[in-house]
């Protein structure tokens, strides 16, 4: 059983605890991912609060987006510069190789953290995912026939749009409306759900091999391109990468490439209607 202060979520095949300082947040949001006998976790973060601010005593090797990046000899520490208390007290992230991570808050502001459920938001997902050969892809996923179907690309290309039209013509199962955590098994690439799925408010646990992944293109006609390694940059823009990390970037490099050279990837140029859905289908079924 989960401790009375714990919280465990799963998604993808991953079990990720929570361990609180006192009472655990009850969030209808996520309920769809928790655990109450999750068995083995994976990763664990315990939240510890501040009285005074961490001091890293070096210059940090990163500062993207407003955090900072400290190598430490526990592991890589996050400081979220926007979100310093008035008393100098720090929400921060430390990932450890060994898995056991911590989640720091100002205790002054933990009922306002508490009350949000930031903890997800800030664990450093794409670390955690690259440990268990697997990231973050912007994109929607549904399941049919036991496979996923991922339609990816920036903001506002119509890739939401695609998979509700799946969900409404075929009947397939939505996943996750905004991010597909892509994992690499002995058998091939699985498409999963994740915790973040931006605005959709969709956020399940299941995973399946991946039939095809189709950039997504408004078009005022519908037909496919089947993409080599040249939908390799495109792709790459749509994850979280760790630029200041080398082995970082040379596991995820070879994680894209392996998938490249497995998976099918098309250009979908398409309108949002029921023929691109078909085209889709068929082209893979």
């Avoid at 991570?101 to 459920?117: E, I, Q, T």
């Avoid at 995973?207 to 005022?220: D, N, R, T, Y």
Wanted: aromatic share 12%.
């Amino acid at each position: 059983m989960v401790p009375e202060n714990s919280l465990c979520i799963s998604f993808s095949g991953i079990t990720v605890r929570f361990v609180f300082p006192d009472r655990v947040p009850q969030s209808p949001d996520f309920a769809s991912l928790i655990c109450d006998d999750p068995g083995t976790v994976d990763e664990e973060y315990e939240i510890c609060l501040l009285t005074s601010p961490l001091t890293p005593g070096r210059e940090p090797v990163q500062s993207v987006s407003g955090v900072q990046i400290y190598p430490t000899n526990q592991g890589w520490l996050r400081i979220y510069s926007p979100l310093i208390a008035e008393d100098g007290c720090q929400v921060a992230c430390l990932l450890c190789p060994d898995g056991k991570n911590k989640l720091y808050y100002p205790a002054s502001m933990w009922d306002f953290f508490f009350d949000s459920f930031h903890c997800l938001h800030l664990i450093g997902g794409e670390v955690l995912l690259l440990k268990y050969n697997a990231f973050l892809l912007h994109s929607s996923v549904v399941m049919l026939n036991g496979k996923t179907i991922l339609f990816s690309g920036p903001s506002g290309a119509g890739k939401s749009t695609q998979a509700d039209l799946w969900v409404k013509h075929l009947g397939a199962d939505l996943i996750n409306g905004d991010r597909c955590v892509i994992m690499k098994k002995d058998n091939g690439f699985y498409g999963g759900g994740s915790p973040w799925c931006g605005t959709s408010g969709i956020r399940r646990r299941e995973s399946a091999p991946i039939a095809g992944i189709f950039l997504v293109e408004q078009a005022p006609d519908n037909h496919v391109q089947r993409l080599g390694f040249g939908a390799f940059a495109p792709l790459f823009t749509q994850t979280i990468v760790n630029s200041w990390d080398p082995s970082f970037m040379e596991k995820i490099t070879r994680l894209f490439t392996d998938m490249m050279a497995q998976i099918p990837v098309y250009r979908l140029y398409c309108r949002p209607d029921e023929g691109a859905v078909q085209l889709v289908y068929h082209t893979l079924f």
